[in-house]
């Protein structure tokens, strides 16, 4: 495709999107082929997931790397997001205490695009300065958008709170009950495996790979597995088998309700933890 010209023009783009980042045996042979041979009237744009070190070692990634110019553009995680719509407030000579961007934070995760226009409206409405923290409830709009992803985070770190906030915009969106399941369940099945590997004494890392976890998620799965005991891990998997029967029909129970018991059974087993320590 790239080799054939457009009949109207001297020059063309190749947009090319490989959302997992694994393009298989094949086709990570035909981007080094591509790579090596590049078409002189087309401009090729390849857009990629965070590649870990594992995938940056691969002969197709390097190929890419020497002909190509890479332009890293992650996306801003949460505990990043205070600090980023901070800097945004000082562009426009405005500036919010901490508790006003956690406020701000929390109304626009995971929509940086609605972030950008909330932090403009108060540009239009309020000089430069400090913004107090009712000027910026006052203005800004909840417009935060959610994935099943990010309340798997908030489940595994026990932040009750968060968990909460996420699973009613996920209700509120209409994601469907089963996917959210989905993805919980996927997470305690993971925590199992590496909470039995670590009670056998296993290396944190080669566990990490058995349980396909990988990138900045080992930190905080790992502190999760070291955190929960294995009979809470289990039982959590019993409860979303009952979920899963509610869903089906064949049980009787709030859905979203149970969803939301599920998560916050993690949260409990850390604060009994603290209490104990602390005693």
Not at 70 to 97: C, F, H, N, S
Not at 113 to 124: D, G, S
Not at 180 to 208: C, F, M, V, W, Y
Not at 239 to 260: C, F, N, P, T
Request: aromatic content about 6%; charged content about 20%; some cysteine.
């Amino acid at each position: 495709a790239g080799n054939n010209l457009s009949l109207f023009g001297d020059r063309k783009i190749m947009d090319i999107r490989i959302p997992s980042g694994k393009p298989g045996k094949e086709g990570g042979k035909t981007i080094e082929a591509y790579c090596n041979a590049l078409p002189p009237d087309t401009l090729t744009l390849i857009t990629l997931p965070r590649i870990d070190k594992q995938g940056q070692a691969t002969k197709w990634f390097k190929a890419l790397e020497t002909a190509s110019m890479l332009i890293p553009v992650y996306a801003i995680e949460r505990d990043q997001l205070p600090g980023w719509l901070g800097q945004r407030l000082a562009r426009q000579q405005q500036k919010t205490d901490s508790a006003a961007l956690q406020f701000l934070a929390d109304q626009v995760e995971g929509n940086l695009l609605a972030a950008h226009q909330e932090i403009q409206k108060l540009a239009l409405l309020y000089p430069a300065g400090n913004l107090t923290f009712d000027q910026v409830k006052e203005v800004v709009l909840n417009v935060a958008r959610y994935d099943v992803y990010q309340l798997s985070d908030a489940m595994i770190s026990a932040d009750t709170a968060r968990y909460t906030r996420i699973l009613t915009g996920l209700q509120g969106e209409g994601t469907a009950p089963l996917l959210i399941l989905a993805t919980l369940a996927e997470q305690i099945r993971q925590l199992i495996i590496l909470r039995k590997g670590l009670d056998n004494g296993q290396s944190p890392a080669q566990l990490l790979q058995a349980a396909r976890v990988w990138g900045d998620r080992q930190k905080s799965v790992m502190t999760a597995a070291k955190r929960i005991n294995l009979q809470s891990l289990t039982q959590g998997l019993s409860d979303a088998a009952k979920i899963d029967r509610i869903i089906k029909g064949v049980a009787q129970g709030d859905i979203w309700d149970e969803l939301l018991q599920l998560g916050l059974r993690f949260a409990i087993h850390r604060h009994r933890n603290s209490e104990k320590m602390a005693s």
